[in-house]
């Protein structure tokens, strides 16, 4: 398997899913504060928190010591809303950049991004006028 740092705009589609998800928008805590940064209003930093541990992960796999750059929160260039599909899609290629990172299948950020991915199938099914069933008889 390899792994590489993701682009800003990939993280950025995942911070907008995270900021766009059930009724309090999904947040990462910070391991040094303690402090935990909403996705909606500090985006800036959580991004940079899932690029720190994409770093981390391409570190561990490839025994380099690279420091993250400086995240920068950005835009489609038309300016339009990332897509579903977009934002999932994003989650699950991150997710596989990043999964060396020792513990991070233990990680809150995969936790909160598994809660994304699901809250993103749920919208998709909408879209498409289906309902999620609990169950079958």
């Known amino acids: 398997m390899s792994c590489y740092i993701v682009s800003d705009l ?15 928008p999904a947040g990462l805590k910070d391991e040094k504060s303690g402090i935990k940064y ?16 994409n770093y981390e992960s391409v570190n561990e796999r ?17 300016g339009r809303p990332f897509t579903l599909g977009e934002m999932y899609g994003c989650i699950k290629c991150y997710e596989y950049q990043t999964c060396e990172k020792p513990g991070y299948e233990l990680s809150e950020i995969h936790d909160v ?5 699901d809250d993103l199938a749920e919208k998709m ?9 609990w169950g079958l008889e």
């Not at 490839?62 to 038309?78: R, S, V």
């Not at 099914?125 to 069933?133: N, Q, T």
């Open 10 to 24: 990939t993280i950025s589609a995942i911070v907008a899913a995270m900021a766009g998800t059930g009724f309090e």
């Open 113 to 117: 991004l598994a809660y994304v991915k």
């Open 38 to 53: 909403n996705s909606a209003t500090c985006g800036q930093i959580v991004g940079q928190m899932l690029l720190d541990a």
């Open 62 to 78: 490839y025994g380099e010591q690279a420091h993250a750059h400086d995240f920068k929160l950005t835009q489609k260039a038309d």
């Open 125 to 133: 099914l909408a879209r498409l006028g289906e309902e999620s069933v």
